[in-house]
Each structure stands twice: as C-alpha cells, then as structure tokens.
C-alpha cells in the first residue's frame, strides 16, 4: 500500500501567504500528487483554486455554518473553496470533545474529510469510535524534535493501528524525517505520516519531500 503523507505547514514563515505559494508551486512539479497533501493555515486556504491538481487541506475546521460567528472556519466555506479536509483538535490547537463530536458527525454528513489529531491510545480509542475518515497519532513531547515516533515509539504505532482497525486509518507524526520512518510507521499498521519541520524547516522542502517519498 502507498503511504499517504500530510505535510502540515503550520504557521511557519516561510509558509504562509506569498511563501506557501511559493512552496505549492515547488511541490507542484512532483509527478506523482496521489496520497500527497498540504494541510495549509486558514489564510492560504484559497490556494485549492489556484492548484487544482493538489491536494489541499485546513488545519482546523469549526461545527458552526455560516452566519454571526467572529473567527470562524466552517466546513461549508472551506468545502466552498474546494478543499476537502482539515486537521482538528491538533496539540497545537486542541478542542472540545463536543466540538469534536460535532464536527465530525457533520464532517460525515457533507462528505468533508476529518483528520482527527490524538495525543494517546486513550484519545485513540475514545475519538476512534467516531469514525472520523483519520486518526493522527503524535506524542506531543516528540512533536517538532529530531527523534521519530517511529523510532521511539514503534510499539505505540502497532497498538494505535489495532484500536483503529475497521473504524478509521491511522496516520502517525512527530519528527518523521526519513523515509525508513515513513516505511517503519507503514510496516507497524499506519496508513501514513503527518509531517512539518522535517520537510518545512529542511534548507530544501521539495528535495526532503522527494527523498521521504523514495521512488514510489
Ligand atoms: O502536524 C504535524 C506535526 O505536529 C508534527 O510536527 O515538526 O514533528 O513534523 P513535526
């Protein structure tokens, strides 16, 4: 199976507004875009109109619909934009588990897909039972470090694709770098890897991106 990889923009500067452009633009000229996606900040979310070819997700997403509701992101004007997912509940932006509940039973009434971050086998478990189209597993203290889930954690991987299987896929994320992290985490049950500093911090996005897809 070919692995999926989220590439999480985050906030980082050299990520946002013009340089997300400039990043997409970069990314663009991989071949091979299936089971690739940008999970952008809400401010680039428009960029889906102008790379149809690319796979662009929100980093998080609200129940509400349109109307009053200062600071909004509803489903509906991201799914207006062409985009087709979001993050929610990420460790960087952690939400309600009402919220939760509520966007994901609407995520699943307007086809929007949900990548439902969890920060343990608890969260996995509980939040799992929701079927939301992914559960994202990432140990918040490996989050943004040089040590892989998949090196620190391999057995945590295995444990999290068991509580999943038959209820949502599982992607895993926390200092993935390599693509021996990416095959690791596939090997263990995940159906691939939310990724950010190794690929957005790196000197050369698109050649990390590259080399951690290998010659698939
Ligand atoms: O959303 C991905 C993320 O939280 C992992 O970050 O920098 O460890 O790849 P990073």
Request: proline residues 0%; glycine residues 18%; charged residues 25%.
């Given at each position: 199976m070919e692995p999926e990889i989220f590439i999480n923009f985050k906030h980082y500067d050299n990520a946002v507004g013009t340089n997300s452009e400039k990043l997409l633009t970069d990314f663009k000229s991989i071949k091979k875009q299936n089971g690739l996606y940008y999970c952008m900040a809400e401010t680039d979310l428009y960029l889906q109109k102008s790379f149809p070819g690319l796979h662009i997700y929100g980093q998080h997403v609200d129940s509400n619909g349109y109307g009053a509701f200062t600071g909004s992101v509803s489903i509906e004007s991201l799914l207006d934009l062409g985009v087709k997912g979001s993050l929610l509940n990420h460790s960087e932006k952690r939400v309600d588990s009402s919220i939760i509940e509520s966007v994901v039973k609407k995520s699943k009434e307007l086809g929007f897909k949900i990548i439902l971050c969890v920060e343990n086998l608890d969260e996995a478990e509980k939040y799992s039972k929701l079927e939301p189209a992914y559960i994202a597993y990432e140990p918040p203290e490996l989050?943004?470090?040089?040590?892989?889930v998949s090196s620190a954690r391999p057995e945590i991987i295995g444990q999290a694709a068991e509580i999943c299987k038959g209820r949502t896929k599982l992607l895993v994320g926390a200092g993935v770098k390599t693509k021996e992290d990416v095959d690791t985490s596939m090997a263990l049950g995940a159906a691939g890897v939310l990724i950010a500093s190794g690929i957005?911090?790196?000197?050369?996005p698109i050649n990390r991106l590259v080399s951690l897809m290998g010659n698939r």
């Open positions: 989050i943004g470090g040089d040590i892989s957005i911090k790196n000197a050369k």
